[in-house]
């Protein structure tokens, strides 16, 4: 931290509070405390004088805020320590905050340097010590009350169904504690909560929602069954282990002769007892990722039944469970291991019940009055007013394999002004079908999104509704039919320099759909298509597509020369965007009818066909892609100066750009691409502010998108895969119909919108996390496959696994079990992520070294281990 920067800050910041004053009702804790909407976005500074508690590695520790400091891309916090020490947590360690423990004043005397430098320092850290520990008295001097009645919280709070994750929040709990609740009542409730694992575990993004994960009755059943097997000395661990080893080598047997079949499952000679299972099951239920900000109740009963497995074994982790399970039978090796999370399974589980639902919902005849959760609109809601685009082409570009389409492109030539176009993007229209009171906007609104995995999605609605006979909402449906698509349709008069001349917003007709798909445009417009490179060789063989007409290739060169427009204009602000190389396992499919989880007696042999290929985030904002890309970025520009206009409260997306001193930036902006794109480890070690972005009501700037402060940007372009979207759908339908509308005021209001701001975020952090976890699993079991000769070695390809170029892309750590220091690394011809041990000296930002995998670690939480390449 720059001491002068804390100074500025703290001459802004409020004095003080009294511990008294911290007695304030816990409902009006909000007003107390950081904004909640640059909380939920920007990640807002805490200003110094802010008490914290932090949590690493189940360690828990208190402090003052002194100030902030940057450490390479990062920003983290200078703070004043109970131990006495300085330390540099991130936001993420942060778990809990308590604004103004002490002046910004006292906090800035505190310095930010590891030791005290004079008296004025070391009496002001005395002072903020004293703080801190009077504050811990009073919590402490709670917790007896907090415990006795947090036990009976749990059985008010789990969900009915044994076996189903519950949901509560801090303030929930605090509640039910004590019905007055101050806000040191809060704290201590928290403290208790994170206590008790067993029964509670944080949610993520819980620093903002506090919200929390209520265990199901049946996890801890079994959490505590084996607990007590291992308490007891009951034999029963023992009894497992003997069978285990049995059913282990029956089952190696049965996977070697079988390694060259097809995926499939095979019945064991071997029988499970109950007490079997319940030791499968905790087993299974352990293999998910567990937050270093709270004790990991499965740890105990893991390392007991695994010493009795494997008494020399390794130390506990969830890749030694992983492979043991895989072994036994109990989950079949091609398991994704993320789809065993609980919001997965409970989406699977309760597919067919809502297909049948839909069904149902389809088949109802019209309903006279208001609207049931079951009914679906019957008659379009913009059909008075819809616009018919005739035989307009309506260019559909996707990926061949996509299950929904929600958008097309067109664009108009006008006969008196040559050099400028209109274009029109049409996004699919499901809230001319699904009011916001039907059942599955409700179930819509919590799942937040799609979930995508290699082989299979979680779609938000289901897709029996996407190509209904009736009630069609996928664009294309309707057509094929020989019916119109119904859309909402931006339209932007633009010039091929990027400009934006005149805008409108209308629900639409559209007859003439045309579907392609990205490469077969790309071969067809641009004569090849996006360069992806194969490390491990098995290059598949080249597609044939369809050629294109003559008139599809000149519309759709005109669209590419648009959306070159919109880039051109970034790279002549100045732009940048930096990006990595990633990897993907493509081909894959999971076989169809082989249980996995069982706790029957099975093995399982053969394992899917997977390729696996690199691309680069530059090449691949190119072509097809980068053209739709851009028409997205465009309508949603326009749909946020609509919403402008009409007056309708909108969350809009805002993006803060990348910096870097003023000396490095023009090394930065010659490296770029002509997408405005740099290679992040070009200009890692030059960059000093990563950038942030997130959501705003206000039409905040994104220059990355070409949205102008002014102007705004609302996502508005795939309201069949984000709920987000929708919400913003209902909101136009609304402007649209203006004096038509039921009712004068639109469906969301700014305190609905307010709370979503809230809330957005944090769910598309979740889903985001599952997907790349999910990604990051499939890579790195591509090369553990290939590294134990389970996939054949392609004769035209070396041994991609050394002899790579490594780039240091973090700080320093220390490794708690070796003592070595330890950094993130970026491996581009592998597109992966690895974790190296390195001299002290070469742990340097940008700092390339030569390295080898050493390990590939599965599990839920898979690692790639390097080695340094002598």
Known sequence: MRLKKAVKVAEKSPGPVSLEKLAFDASKANEEMPDMEEEATEMESLPPGTFIETRRNEACSHGVILGEVHTGLHKKYTAMMTSGEVWQPSRSDIVFTIPSLVSADLAARCGADRHSENDVQVSARVEVLRRIRELEQIVQSKSRI?????????????????????????????????????????????????????????????????????????????????????????????????????????????????KNSEPRAVHGSHQWNEKDKIILNFLIRSLRPVRSTQVNPYSLGQSAILKAITPDGPMVEDSEIHRILISLGVIAPWQDITALRPALVEQEEEEEKISKMTEKSCSLPPAPGPLGPEDLLQIDPLDAIRHDFGDMPVY??????????????????????????????????????????????????????????????????????????????????????????????????????????????????????????????????????????????????????????????????????????????????????AG?????????????????????????????????????????DWGSRAMVAEMAKLASRVASRFALEKGLPMLRRFGITMSAPEEHMQTILDLRHPNSHVN???????????????????????????????????????????????????????GLLGPRALTAKPPFDELFMEDYLVALPLHEKKW?????????????????????????????????????????????????????????????SLGLKGIIELPEQLIQLGNRVKARVKEVKLGSEPQLLLAMDS
């Open 396 to 577: 559909v570009i996707d990926e061949s394999t996509a299950e929904e389409l929600d958008d097309g492109v067109s664009i108009e030539a006008i006969p008196n002004e040559p050099k400028n176009y209109w274009v029109h993007i049409h996004i699919a229209d499901p809230a001319s079908v699904i009011p916001r009171t039907h059942f599955l906007a409700e179930r819509a609104s919590r799942l937040g999104q799609t979930t995508y995995l290699n082989y299979r999605s979680y779609p938000l609605f289901p897709k029996s509704l996407m190509h209904d006979p009736k009630y069609a909402m996928s664009i294309g449906s309707r057509s094929k039919r020989g019916e119109p698509d119904r859309v909402l349709t931006f339209s932007a008069k633009i010039d091929m320099s990027g400009n934006v001349l005149e805008h409108k917003v209308r629900a639409g007709l559209i007859r003439n759909v045309q579907i392609l798909d990205y490469d077969g445009v790309d071969f067809g417009v641009k004569g090849s298509n996006i360069p992806t490179s194969y490390p491990f060789g098995h290059r598949p063989l080249p597609v044939e597509h369809s050629a294109l007409t003559e008139s599809q290739v000149s519309n759709l060169r005109l669209l590419c020369r648009a959306a070159d427009g919109f880039q051109r204009k970034r790279m002549d602000a100045g732009l940048f965007a």
């Open 680 to 734: 992040m480890l070009d200009v890692i070690a030059l960059i000093t502010d990563a950038g942030s972005g997130g959501y705003s009501l206000d039409p905040r700037a994104h220059p990355l998108v070409g949205a102008a402060e002014g102007e705004g940007y609302c996502r508005a372009t795939s309201p069949l895969r984000r709920y987000s979207d929708m919400v913003c759908h209902w909101q136009l339908h609304h």
């Open 768 to 828: 985001k996390s599952v997907e790349r976890d999910h990604i990051k699993f499939w890579n790195l079991y591509y090369l553990k496959r290939w590294m134990d000769g389970a996939i054949p070695r392609d004769s035209g390809v070396g041994n991609p696994l050394v002899d790579l170029d490594a780039f240091v892309t973090s700080d320093k750590r220390l490794n708690p079990h070796t003592k070595h220091h330890i950094a993130d690394t970026m491996i581009p």
């Open 146 to 258: 907090v415990r006795q009645k947090g036990l009976q919280a749990y059985d008010m709070l789990r969900s009915p169904d044994p076996t189903k994750w519950g949901t509560t929040t801090l303030a929930e709990v605090t509640a039910l504690v004590d019905k007055s609740p101050k806000l040191l009542d809060l704290f201590a409730v928290h403290k208790y909560l994170m206590s008790d694992a067993l029964h509670f575990i944080i949610d993520a993004g819980y620093q903002t929602s506090q919200a929390i994960l209520v265990r199901p009755a049946r996890d801890v059943a079994e959490i505590q069954t084996i607990m007590a097997f291992k308490r007891d000395k009951t034999g029963d661990l023992e009894a497992f282990a003997k069978k285990a080893h049995q059913v282990m080598a029956q089952g190696e047997k049965i996977r070697t002769e079988g």
């Open 580 to 620: 990595n190389c990633s990897a993907s396992v493509g081909k894959l499919t999971i076989p169809k009818g082989i249980v996995s989880p069982t706790v029957k007696p099975m093995h399982f042999q053969g394992f899917p066909q997977m390729t696996y290929s690199v691309r680069t985030q530059w090449e691949d």
